[in-house]
C-alpha cells in the first residue's frame, strides 16, 4: 500500500504560520511575562532576576540539538512542542489566581522556555528539509516578516488585550484633585479607626474621601509629616493592603545592617537623592486621603487599586500610597495615601490624580488562555498541514556516535577559531547597555510616576513598547540591511554600534523629564528602538562572519548561544540595581555600560567586503 501523506505542500500553508508560531513563545517569556508581573506587584529585582534566567534554554540550545536530529522527526518534534507550549501556556493561566503564583507561574514559564527553544531548533531543521534551495532563499523574507509580526502580537496586541481587559473587568476609575492653597488652614488628621464604613446601594467602586483635598504650602516640622507617614503605611500594612516591605523605621535599620557593603556603597552614594531643603527640620505639608469599597468583593477575589498622579503641577507629589489590595475582609477599612507639597511651594497649584481598580488578575488569565488557544489552533494545523519530506527521519543508530562526534569536533573548532576571545567578547559585551534597558523598560513605563516612573496603563504600554517600538525596531532593521548591503559590515560597523547604544539617553531623559505628553513618551520609544535595530543588523551580521566555513550552522547555533548569554547575565542583576538607585541614575548607569562596546570594537577585524551584495551567500 503506497504512503499516502504527502511530501511536500505549498510553502504559503505553513511557513508563516510555523514561524508566526516559533515567536510568540519567545516574546512572551521575555517581554509579556516582565509586564505581567509588574502589574501582579512583583518588585523589579525579582522581576529581572527571573524572568533573565528564562534565557537559559536558548544560552545551552545548542548542547541538545543532536538529540532533536537523533530521536523521531523534526516535524514530530514541531507538533509534540507545540502541544507542549499550549499546556504550559494553561499552566500559566491556571495559577495565577494562587497565593504563590510567582513561583508556580515562573515554573511553567520555564516550561514554556524550554520548550519553545527545542521548537526553535526543529522549526529552523524542517525549513531546510521541507523547501528547494530556491524556496529557502525566497522564503527566507518571509518567515523573518511573520515572526516580526510574532513580537508584534505579542508585545503590542496581547498587552493591549490584557490592558482592556484589565480596564472593562474592574471598577470605574476615581479622578482625585489635589490643590495647594496658601491661607488654608489644614483639617486635623482623623485616624481611620473612627470611620464607620457601611455597605452602599448602587455598583460597586471605589471610594475616596475626599474627592478634593486641599493642603495648605506652609513648611510644616519633619516630625510631624514622618510621624503622618509612618502611621499611614503601620497602617495600611496592619489591614492587609499590602506586605510589610520591612520598611518600618525598626525593620529599616536592620535591613540598612544586613546589606552587604557593595549594596550599602551604592546606595549611599548612587541611591535616588530626596530634594534638599532649606530647613533639614522642615519640608513640605501633607493632605491625607482615605479609600475603601462600597461594598465587599465576591469570595476570594481581591481587587487592585492603583493611586497616582496623572498631570498638572509636579509639585504636589504622593509620598505614600500607591497600591493597595482589598478583600472581603478589609473592604470596609480606610487604607490611606498620603500627599506630600514640595517645600519650595509657595503660590496655588493643582494636580490630578486617578485611582484605578482594574481586575488584574483576571485580566492575564484571560490572555493566557487566549494564546493557548492560539497553541491549540496551531498544534491542530500544522499537525494536518506539514509535508512530511522524505529527508526528515531520525538518525540510524549506526550513525547517531558519528553525529555525537561530529556534534563535538564542530565546538572544538569553534573555540580554535583565531582571536576567539574578542569573538567571545564583542558577543558578550556589544549589548551590554540593551540587555539591562530591555528588563526595565516596561516597569519604568508602568511604574507610578511618584517612585520615578511613568505611570502609564498596561495597554499603553502595549501601544508604546509593542506596537510604536516595533515599528521603529522594523524599519531601523530595515535601513540597517540595505545600508550594509551596499557598503559592506565594516563601513556601517561604528555607526551602527553608535545606533544601538546613543539612543538609550532617551530614557535619561524620559527618568528626569517624566513628560505627560504620550507623544513625546512614544517619540523616545520609537527613536530607541529605531536605533536598536539598525545597530543590531551589525551584531548580526558579525555572528554570520565568525560563524563561516564548513560548520556554519553549528556555529551559528553556539553564537546564538552567547547572544542569549549575553542578555541573561546583566538582565539578572539590573533590577537589583534599579531599586538601589533608582530609574534616573539606573538609565544613567546602562548609558555608562555602553563603553566596553566601544572599546572591543576598535580590536574587532571585518573583511571590508563582507556583507556586500557582490558577496554570495
Known amino acids: 500500500m503506497k504512503n499516502s501523506k504527502p511530501t511536500s505542500r505549498n510553502a504559503w500553508a505553513w511557513v508563516p504560520s510555523l514561524y508566526y508560531a516559533e515567536g510568540i513563545p519567545y516574546v512572551v517569556v521575555m517581554t509579556v511575562a516582565v509586564i505581567m508581573y509588574k502589574r501582579m506587584g512583583i518588585s523589579n529585582t525579582d522581576i529581572a532576576l527571573y524572568t533573565s534566567w528564562l534565557y537559559l534554554p536558548w544560552v545551552i540550545k545548542p548542547l541538545w540539538s543532536p538529540i532533536v536530529e537523533i530521536f523521531r522527526t523534526k516535524r514530530f518534534w514541531i507538533i509534540t512542542m507545540q502541544l507542549i507550549i499550549g499546556a504550559a501556556l494553561a499552566g500559566v493561566a491556571l495559577t495565577i489566581p494562587l497565593p504563590n503564583f510567582f513561583q508556580y507561574t515562573l515554573a511553567f514559564l520555564w516550561l514554556l522556555a524550554f520548550s519553545s527553544a527545542t521548537h526553535d531548533i526543529a522549526a529552523d531543521g524542517f525549513y531546510m528539509l521541507g ?54 488652614e489644614n483639617a486635623q488628621m482623623v485616624s481611620p479607626n473612627f470611620m464607620n464604613i457601611a455597605e452602599l446601594d448602587g455598583e460597586h467602586r471605589v471610594i475616596v474621601i475626599p474627592s478634593e483635598l486641599n493642603i495648605s504650602p506652609q513648611a510644616v516640622t519633619k516630625a510631624t509629616t514622618d510621624s503622618i507617614k509612618r502611621f499611614a503605611k503601620e497602617s495600611n500594612i496592619k ?101 506630600q507639597l514640595d517645600p519650595k511651594l509657595r503660590m496655588e497649584a493643582t494636580t490630578y ?70 569573538i567571545i567578547g564583542f558577543l558578550l559585551l556589544y549589548r551590554l547597555g540593551e540587555s539591562q534597558l530591555v528588563k526595565l523598560a516596561a516597569p519604568f513605563l508602568l511604574d507610578a510616576r511618584e517612585i520615578g516612573g511613568l505611570g502609564l496603563t498596561t495597554g499603553e504600554v502595549g501601544l508604546v513598547y509593542g506596537t510604536i517600538g516595533i515599528i521603529g525596531l522594523t524599519l531601523g532593521g530595515i535601513l540597517g540591511g ?59 551580521l558579525y555572528m554570520i562572519y565568525v560563524s563561516d566555513g564548513d560548520y556554519k550552522t553549528a556555529h551559528f ?50 573583511d571590508s567586503d563582507f556583507g556586500k551584495k557582490t558577496e554570495t551567500a
Open 131 to 184: 523547501l528547494s534551495k530556491h524556496d529557502q532563499a525566497f522564503f527566507v523574507g518571509i518567515r523573518s516578516t511573520f515572526y516580526r509580526v510574532a513580537m508584534i502580537t505579542g508585545q503590542g496586541l496581547l498587552i493591549i488585550l490584557a490592558g482592556y481587559f484589565e480596564s472593562s473587568t474592574g471598577l470605574p476609575t476615581v479622578d482625585v484633585t489635589v490643590n495647594a492653597k496658601p491661607n488654608y
Open 482 to 540: 540595505f545600508l550594509a548591503a551596499r557598503n559592506g559590515l565594516k563601513y556601517w560597523l561604528w555607526w551602527m554600534l553608535i545606533a544601538i547604544n546613543l539612543p538609550n539617553t532617551v530614557y535619561v531623559y524620559l527618568s528626569f523629564a517624566q513628560p505627560e505628553s504620550f507623544f513625546l513618551i512614544n517619540l523616545c520609544v520609537a527613536i530607541e528602538q529605531f536605533g536598536y535595530g539598525f545597530g543590531f543588523t551589525a551584531y548580526m
Open 239 to 339: 489591614n492587609g493592603f499590602y506586605a510589610d516591605e520591612t520598611n518600618t523605621l525598626a525593620n529599616q535599620k536592620q535591613e540598612e545592617a544586613s546589606l552587604n557593603w557593595l549594596e550599602q556603597f551604592l546606595k549611599n552614594n548612587f541611591g535616588q537623592k530626596k530634594k534638599a531643603i532649606s530647613n533639614a527640620n522642615e519640608t513640605g505639608n501633607v493632605g491625607v486621603m482615605y479609600f475603601h469599597l462600597s461594598k465587599a468583593p465576591k469570595g476570594k477575589e481581591a481587587i487592585v487599586v492603583s493611586f497616582g498622579r496623572e498631570s498638572g503641577d509636579k509639585n504636589i507629589d504622593l509620598a505614600e500610597g500607591t497600591r493597595f489590595t482589598f478583600n472581603s475582609s478589609n473592604w470596609n477599612k480606610p487604607a490611606m495615601a498620603v500627599v
Open 353 to 422: 490624580f486617578q485611582a484605578r481598580a482594574g481586575n488584574i488578575p483576571l485580566s492575564w488569565i484571560i490572555t493566557f488562555i487566549v494564546m493557548t488557544a492560539l497553541f491549540m489552533v496551531f498544534f491542530v494545523y500544522h499537525k494536518f498541514i506539514l509535508p512530511y519530506p522524505t529527508t526528515d527521519g531520525s538518525v540510524k543508530k549506526s550513525d547517531s556516535k558519528n553525529l555525537f562526534k561530529e556534534f563535538f569536533t564542530t565546538f572544538a573548532l569553534f573555540f580554535k577559531r583565531k582571536n576567539i576571545l574578542l
Open 557 to 606: 547555533a553556539i553564537t546564538t548561544a552567547f547572544m542569549a548569554l549575553g542578555m541573561m547575565i546583566p538582565g539578572m542583576f539590573s533590577g537589583w540595581l534599579q531599586e538601589i538607585i533608582g530609574y534616573q541614575n539606573f538609565f544613567v548607569w546602562v548609558v555608562i555600560a555602553t563603553i566596553p562596546a566601544f572599546i572591543i570594537t576598535k580590536f574587532i577585524k571585518i
